[in-house]
């Protein structure tokens, strides 16, 4: 099982950033999918869900700055983030949790506790 994230690096306010995360070993077009972040000095903040089906879910204060999607052909997710602060500084991560029958909007998918597998980050840093 292997979730491996890219895309990360400096970029200054105001600029965009798309990452994305490939996936291996497990059932990926059943599972919902999720992005966190952990900023300097702060918890895992779960940032975005995406359900099997594609739909996505967000924070509430990212809705409008974050899109997040999936491409079942490809095992991946991807985070296009857009209009970046400097608070949005953060190691992000995507999570999967290989499960069946999971439907758009469940709410047991909107934070990070219900994710089991990991990748190990990607550095995102927003700064001129």
């Known amino acids: 099982v292997q979730l491996v994230e890219s895309g990360g690096g400096l970029v200054q306010p105001g600029g965009s950033l798309r990452l994305s995360c490939a996936t291996s070993?497990?059932?990926?077009?059943?599972?919902?999918m999720s992005w966190a972040r952990q900023r300097p000095g702060k918890g895992l903040e779960w940032v975005s869900t995406?359900?099997?089906?594609?739909?996505?879910n967000y924070a509430d204060s990212l809705l409008g700055r974050f899109t997040a999607s999936r491409d079942n052909a490809k095992n991946a997710v991807n985070l296009q983030m857009h209009s970046l602060k400097p608070e949005d500084t953060a190691v992000y991560s995507c999570?999967?949790?290989?499960?069946?029958?999971?439907?758009?909007?469940?709410?047991?998918?909107?934070?990070?506790?219900?994710?089991?597998?990991w990748g190990q980050g990607t550095q995102v840093t927003v700064s001129s």
């Open positions: 995406v359900y099997p089906s594609g739909a996505p």
């Open positions: 999570a999967a949790r290989e499960v069946l029958g999971v439907e758009d909007e469940d709410p047991d998918f909107l934070s990070s506790v219900a994710y089991h597998i």
């Open positions: 070993g497990f059932t990926f077009s059943s599972s919902p």
